[in-house]
């Protein structure tokens, strides 16, 4: 799969698809790659796969996923900024590894990750990016591409 998004504007079903796709997705602190100079972030993910979407009682569409994981290299270009929020727990605790919450939010030039992985109410990792301009791709590797080391 591949997708490649850049617009001044933000269409809301661009911003699902995204938020969808990496929702509950592995991210490993060393597969965040941000490239001041060249105003780009590289974050390699692995996510599930995608099966199907199913209608809920009240006619919402909900995602359905197999077990099965997919690397995946997630670009976001025309990048202004990058914060990364890391608590010390993760490491310590998680092996460096978080889950991702509810997917990337993408939002009128900035795009947000939070981690499930919580304690007492303290986010263990957020990733802040601000843009210039939506400029995203969302690749899905394969084996021979993902060199993750942890």
């Known amino acids: 799969m591949k997708i490649a998004y850049k617009s001044d504007i ?13 929702d509950k997705a592995q991210v490993f602190l060393k597969g965040i790659n941000y490239d001041e100079a060249r105003g780009i972030v590289d974050i ?7 099966i199907e979407f199913k209608k809920s009682f ?3 569409m909900k995602p359905i996923y197999s077990q099965k994981m997919i690397e995946s290299l997630l670009t976001i270009k025309q990048v202004e900024e990058m914060e990364l929020k890391v608590d010390d ?3 310590a605790n998680c092996n460096s590894c978080f889950t991702i919450l509810f997917g990337v939010k993408v939002d009128d030039k900035q795009l947000y990750l939070g981690s ?14 601000k843009v210039n301009q939506m400029n ?6 394969d084996e021979t591409e ?5």
């Open 10 to 22: 933000l269409i809301p079903s661009v911003q699902k698809v995204i938020s969808v796709l990496t």
């Open 44 to 50: 390699f993910i692995q996510r599930k796969e995608l």
């Open 58 to 60: 009240l006619g919402e």
């Open 89 to 91: 727990r993760l490491v």
């Open 116 to 129: 499930v992985e919580e304690i007492q109410g303290d986010i263990l990792c957020q990733i802040f990016i």
């Open 136 to 141: 995203i791709e969302f690749n899905d590797l």
């Open 146 to 150: 993902f060199n993750i080391v942890t």
